[in-house]
T-cell receptor
Framework: AQSVTQLDSQVPVFEEAPVELRCNYS??????LFWYVQYPNQGLQLLLK??????LVESINGFEAEFNKSQTSFHLRKPSVHISDTAEYFC?????????????FGKGTKLSVKP | EPEVTQTPSHQVTQMGQEVILRCVPI?????FYWYRQILGQKVEFLVS????????KSEIFDDQFSVERPDGSNFTLKIRSTKLEDSAMYFC?????????????FGNGTRLTVT
């Protein structure tokens, strides 16, 4: 069975500081990894994904995540956060053998960026 | 940009009552999903739907739950006899054709409160 662990439920940071949101997964098969973001009062939006190829993936708003197979991790990082990055971030996994893209989510990490 | 819409945004019902949560997926999408998130817990997969039938369901999706695509545009989740523990945020999602790990597009959710 697959599972996703997000170790931090809340991460407060100051604006322009770097941030890392941790995600670890367990799976007995090859996986695809995703980060979704949920802004207040909105649905989940895809932030970035790892399917294959380069282990470092980037989003258009400066976030990046690195797939580390040996550590079974897919941590999300940003070198300098903005107030507008305040949101809840969900790590998710689906297996290459899974049916039709069903996702297993972590509990989420609430990122709070303070001025 | 097309989006998944869910109604109502908040539903309050009494224990034992039936509720129907409504979703309008993106019009050319073919795969439909329901997820739920109990307050403070993980986003959990409930059911996936393709070609007018359930393709996969989780242990949560018992006989009290059903899904329907009655008219080619709406995708509904029915809970026949609600329990207190059904209180959660329910997210609808849809996905188009192509690689089965193409992104899921989520709605803003319906918050169900069972009293």
């Amino acid at each position: 069975a697959q599972s996703v662990t997000q170790l931090d439920s809340q991460v407060p940071v100051f604006e322009e500081a770097p941030v890392e949101l941790r995600c670890n997964y367990s799976s007995s098969v090859s996986v695809y990894l995703f980060w979704y973001v949920q802004y207040p009062n909105q649905g989940l939006q895809l932030l970035l994904k790892y399917l294959s190829g380069s282990t470092l993936v980037e989003s258009i708003n400066g976030f990046e995540a690195e797939f580390n197979k040996s550590q079974t991790s897919f941590h999300l990082r940003k070198p300098s956060v903005h107030i507008s990055d305040t949101a809840e971030y969900f790590c998710a996994v689906s297996s290459s053998g899974g049916s039709q893209g069903n996702l297993i989510f972590g509990k989420g990490t609430k990122l709070s960026v303070k001025p | 940009e097309p989006e998944v819409t869910q109604t109502p945004s908040h539903q309050v019902t009494q224990m034992g009552q039936e509720v129907i949560l409504r979703c309008v997926p993106i019009s050319n999408h073919l795969y439909f999903y329901w997820y739920r998130q109990i307050l403070g817990q993980k986003v959990e997969f409930l059911v996936s739907f393709y070609n007018n039938e359930i393709s996969e369901k989780s242990e949560i999706f018992d006989d009290q739950f059903s899904v329907e695509r009655p008219d080619g545009s709406n995708f509904t989740l029915k809970i026949r006899s609600t329990k207190l523990e059904d209180s959660a945020m329910y997210f609808c999602a849809s996905r188009g054709q192509g690689h089965y790990n193409s992104p899921l597009h989520f709605g803003n959710g319906t918050r169900l409160t069972v009293t």
